[in-house]
């Protein structure tokens, strides 16, 4: 059997489009923001889903439903199931991916199933929202093996960005770099976060400096501009919008 893990719905509507066939889940998540530290799964998803309550207009039973569930179907996937996963080379992809990867780790092993990575074609931070049906079709079939040494390298990127290990993420990074090229900078990307000095991190500092070059409170051009700058991250609005406000309410 066939199972697509998608990184969001508007990806599950696209791929309706095309002909590629098989069971799809969801994965609604973003695993940047909050605290992903837990003892045990329970724990995890009950404590992801109280951080998702607070920030956004989704209930922890909505949440259980629509994250949990949808993702726990991967429990019941059948022996030699070829699995896809489907996530794009931004921060916020990446992130998500590597946990993916991390939960399904022995259950890959155990029931030998046949992984995959399936990437965007368009540039390094460029979306599956900008590709079009034959676009999709080529990224499918230009989907990636992933291998023992693949998998347990996005798990142990999982194991390291949850533990906020930031020079391990750096030197994981640079042994498989060769192997997924944006990796490096992907990583250096989410360490400007968190600086030494205990300055407000890049998404911060570039929002305000834009704010400022562009003399606009506007939400919107300020988005865009920082989406051009900084696709590395994949913030979508939700995100954004949150450092937007800080910024706003801490200027002059």
């Known amino acids: 059997m066939k199972f697509h893990i998608l990184n969001g719905d508007a990806l599950a509507e696209q791929l309706d489009r095309t002909k590629i066939t098989g069971k799809r889940i969801i994965f609604r998540e973003c695993l940047i923001e909050g605290n992903v530290q837990a003892p045990d799964q329970n724990t995890f998803w009950d404590k992801r889903a109280t951080f998702i309550s607070k920030c956004y207009s989704i209930s ?3 949440y259980m439903q629509k994250t949990k569930a949808e993702f ?13 996963l489907w996530f794009e080379r931004d921060l916020f992809c990446q992130a998500n991916l590597w946990f993916a990867v991390h939960y399904l780790y022995q259950l890959i092993k155990e029931r ?3 992984p995959f990575l399936v990437l965007p074609t ?16 080529k990224a499918y079939d230009l989907k990636l093996v992933l291998y023992a040494k693949d ?7 999982w194991s390291a960005y949850r533990d906020h290990q930031l020079e391990e993420m750096k030197q994981l990074a640079y042994l498989n770099s060769k192997r997924y090229p944006y990796i490096t900078d992907v990583v250096d990307a989410h360490i ?3 600086p030494d000095n205990g300055e407000p991190g890049r998404p911060y500092q570039l929002t305000k400096q834009i704010i400022e070059e562009l003399e606009s409170q ?18 979508g ?16």
Request: glycine share 6%.
């Open 151 to 157: 998998l347990k390298f996005f798990a142990d990127m």
């Open 112 to 114: 030998n199933l046949y």
């Open 60 to 62: 922890k039973n909505e």
């Open 237 to 252: 609005d939700l995100q954004f919008r949150k450092i937007f406000n800080q910024v706003l309410q801490e200027m002059p």
């Open 218 to 235: 506007k939400f919107g051009e300020v988005f865009q501009e920082f989406c051009r700058r900084a696709g590395i991250y994949g913030f």
């Open 192 to 194: 400007a976060r968190y």
């Open 122 to 137: 368009h540039e390094r931070w460029t979306g599956f929202g900008e590709m079009d049906e034959a676009e999709l079709n």
């Open 72 to 84: 726990e179907q991967l429990l019941d996937v059948p022996e030699n199931s070829t699995i896809y």
